[in-house]
């Protein structure tokens, strides 16, 4: 109605009421509960620090980070991220395990609800290499751009190695989901 010129016609369904959507609506308006807001995704290759990938090789005595993050700007504070990668990596002591979290260096906080978000290298060989399938639900803070950090701690000893490949890359994968 307000440029009557351009003969603009829109027909609706005389059975139901609704909301016209425009490139200028909110992101509140565009997104149902349940649906995907955005996937965001990175590459890394899983090899170390010195050859020029994210890891470094150590006995990660407490809860530490590898060097692998990956960034998300959430549309929504309360909406839910699915974090989801894999690292394959040995543990050089067959009573020694590994376990993981998702940290949220932004804030300052576990990026998931509970302690540890996977495990791995319970009773493998020393010569055994295991792909470690990482995957958490969390809530952002805020709308502000985040790096979340993948964490690890070896409990019962042994040195953790990542240098299993420099010829395959890994993907992270966050999802946002509006709630």
Avoid at 96 to 109: M, P
Wanted: some cysteine; glycine content about 8%.
């Amino acid at each position: 109605s307000s440029n009557p010129a351009s003969n603009r016609t829109l027909t609706v369904p005389s059975n139901a009421d609704g909301t016209i959507l425009t490139t200028g609506s909110s992101d509140a308006d565009r997104y149902k509960a349940g649906e995907v807001v955005q996937v965001v995704t990175s590459e890394f290759n899983p090899i170390m620090t010195s050859s020029g990938g994210p890891f470094t090789n150590g006995t990660y005595t407490s809860l530490t980070a590898t060097g692998l993050t990956a960034a998300i700007t959430p549309k929504f504070a309360d909406s839910k991220i699915i974090f989801d990668t894999s690292i394959y990596c040995n543990l050089n002591d067959e009573d020694g395990y590994t376990r993981w979290d998702v940290y949220d260096s932004t804030n300052s906080r576990s990026f998931h609800s509970n302690s540890y978000i996977a495990a791995g290298h319970y009773n493998l060989a020393t010569d055994d290499w295991e792909n470690v399938h990482i995957r958490c639900v969390g809530t952002p803070a805020n709308t502000n751009a985040m790096t979340l950090q993948v964490r690890v701690q070896v409990f019962s000893g042994g040195t953790l190695n990542f240098g299993w490949s420099g010829s395959d890359n890994r993907l992270i994968t966050l999802t946002e989901i509006k709630v």
